[in-house]
């Protein structure tokens, strides 16, 4: 809500007398935006959820009703921004029971009172205003100290590799590639009991992995050509000693980030086969979280400078590390790393640019970000990329065009939806009559088809696609992408230029 | 006549109304402008057409207005009308809730002529 000006509030209701009261009893208080049915409630949604005040909702509609409107904001996490107060003739318990376990916060039976509505509204808009600046409020300080902490961590890891003559990256690179490989096992397996906060434990702990080089003599540590046998002993003294300078700690030692980095400083030359060092262990016998940066330490060392050796390509390291030419891995962990392939380079490339800035907007209190949805920070920048988009799409004299298979809700610029006679958004485009009328039914069923196949990395989809305009049938040239988060297929963004 | 009378006349609940809403002047405009409210209109054709599902929704709609205006008699039949249609068909029973229906709210739209005259 923006100061001054008076909230907005959505006002979803197919009876324009039930709209016509409810903007007299709330206009002067509130800024009432109306809607006939829940498909364009969704719209409205879509363009402004993040500036609502509150909205109220009827159940019984035409389209899409008040729980299927309450269904998609779930799904959608709308649910969490936007207080609902339901407003409904019904008074059948099973009705006001779904409403509340779909999130919504009140319920308001016809008929109602003037002053009741008025309360009612109020104490809501009141309540909900104050545990957004709540939630904010412990979100900032959380990240404030959260990015403290993991300065501290990368700061000291950083004075080791000093010493050792090594960019700083290292520690940083370390973290990224441990946070991505976990994110993959995670979905691989439940074995490891890997959560979110778990992750973010283990990638913070791996920025210590080599503290234990502090204990090496400069000369060993820094000497350009090989090592004798003796020195090499001396070097691979590292991971013990850093490991005894965890148990050593006066203080902390119950801690599980620091329990964690002692894992990880002991046990990150093992290898999976038992021939590595200290301990020889074996298979499972390592921590995951050791396995796993023993892996991203190998991949990093591969694909980075060293006095003795070029950087390889990341092609070349995936090679040597999958084919066994630097030790040997749990199959399932060489597994996360093929699936994480490309991703992998790309993730450091863009991670380690935004260093610490970046991190601290990606890795942080994910528990928090999941169960409070995204911060406010988050939320803003989300928000100001949005409408860049909407200015640069109202400035365009194309077609353009979204699509979101959560909502089966296809959205038009306001240009295209103007060359081709359509509203801005069209609910269940595969079926809809509209659509049927305007665009030709085979080609939308086969850019349909074909973006169904695509696959993640695939280029976008070209086609000729037939209008039907006032004007007559015209072609128009599509292009369509579709977008993913995670493995699953959200939506579709393209554009369509006509062919002259 | 005042929307008072007016209430009386049809046999509406005026204190309650007057509760609710608070002021004579909204109660008169949100009554006059219920004449020009389509649901009862759409109630009247689906019911003709044998549309069980947009005559559940018109009827649950015209409950709902009815109850806000306190047009108590009006409310109740539609709601009974809604209840009798709502496994999605309409039912033998139908007919004598639709023929309340129906005789409730040409009485409200006679009181609302009455209204309208008075105030020319």
């Known amino acids: 809500m923006s100061s001054g000006s008076k909230g907005k509030v959505l006002l979803v209701d197919d009876s324009f007398m039930n709209r016509a009261l409810m903007c007299d009893i709330l206009g002067d208080e509130y800024e009432v935006i109306e809607a006939e049915n829940g498909v364009e409630a969704m719209s409205v949604l879509a363009r402004m959820h993040s500036d609502l005040t509150l909205m109220l909702l009827d159940i019984v509609m035409p389209e899409m009703d008040g729980f299927e409107v309450l269904a998609a904001m779930n799904k959608s996490g709308w649910i969490e921004e936007v207080p609902v107060i339901i407003i409904s003739s019904e008074d059948s318990y099973t009705y006001v029971d779904h409403a509340y376990d779909l999130g919504a916060t009140e319920y308001i039976q016809r008929p109602f009172d003037e002053k009741m509505v008025k309360h009612r509204v109020e104490n809501t808009v009141m309540l909900h205003a104050k545990q957004r600046s709540l939630e904010k409020m412990v979100i900032d300080q959380m990240l404030e100290k959260e990015k403290s902490n993991i300065m501290m961590v990368n700061i000291l890891s950083h004075i080791v590799e000093f010493r050792n003559g090594e960019s700083g990256m290292h520690v940083l690179h370390i973290r990224v590639l441990t946070e991505v490989l976990l994110e993959r096992l995670a979905k691989m397996t439940d074995k490891y009991d890997l959560t979110p906060e778990r992750i973010s434990l283990i990638a913070n702990a791996s920025a210590l992995h080599d503290i234990g080089k502090i204990a090496i003599p400069e000369e060993v540590l820094n000497k350009p050509g090989r090592f004798t046998p003796e020195e090499r002993l001396i070097m691979q003294a590292h991971s013990a000693a850093g490991a005894e300078m965890l148990e050593n700690l006066p203080y902390y030692g119950d801690e599980e980030l620091v329990k964690v980095a002692h894992d990880i400083c002991r046990w990150h030359h093992e290898r999976y086969d038992g021939k590595g060092y200290p301990d020889g262990l074996a298979g499972e016998e390592i921590p995951i979280s050791a396995q796993v940066v023993a892996l991203a330490d190998v991949y990093d060392a591969l694909t980075s400078e060293r006095v003795y050796k070029p950087a390889y390509t990341h092609e070349e390291a995936m090679r040597m590390i999958q084919g066994g030419e630097c030790g040997t891995f749990s199959p399932l962990l060489l597994a996360c790393l093929r699936e994480a392939d490309s991703y992998l380079e790309k993730e450091l490339k863009v991670k380690s640019n935004g260093g610490l800035a970046h991190e601290e907007m990606t890795n942080l209190p994910r528990s928090l970000l999941k169960v409070g949805g995204a911060s406010g920070k988050k939320l803003q920048m989300l928000e100001q990329e949005r409408e860049k988009r909407i200015i640069l799409s109202r400035m365009s004299k194309d077609i353009q065009f979204e699509y979101e298979y959560a909502f089966e809700l296809l959205t038009f610029n306001e240009n295209g939806a103007r060359i081709l006679g359509l509203p801005e958004t069209v609910s269940r485009p595969r079926t809809s009559e509209n659509m049927r009328k305007t665009v030709n039914f085979d080609d939308l069923h086969e850019l349909i088809d074909r973006l169904q196949a695509v696959g993640q990395q695939d280029p976008p989809v070209e086609m000729t696609v037939r209008a039907n305009l006032p004007e007559g049938e015209r072609k128009f040239n599509v292009i369509a992408q579709s977008l993913w988060t995670d493995d699953e297929r959200t939506g579709v963004i393209g554009i369509a230029t006509p062919i002259e | ?120």
């Open chain 2, 1 to 120: 006549m005042t929307i008072r009378e007016c209430y009386e006349q049809m046999g509406a609940d005026y204190e309650d109304v007057k509760r609710r809403l608070a002021s004579d002047e909204r109660i008169e405009k949100f009554f006059l402008m219920f004449t020009r409210d389509p649901s009862y209109n759409e109630l009247v054709s689906a019911m003709e057409a044998g549309d069980a599902a947009t005559a559940f929704r018109m009827a649950h709609t015209l409950k709902g207005v009815a109850g806000n205006l306190s047009l108590s008699e009006l409310g109740k039949a539609s709601s009974e009308l809604c209840e009798s249609m709502r496994a999605g068909s309409i039912p033998p029973e139908a007919a004598e809730l639709y023929a309340r229906v129906k005789e409730c709210y040409e009485r409200a739209m006679a009181a609302a002529e009455a209204l309208k005259q008075g105030r020319q």
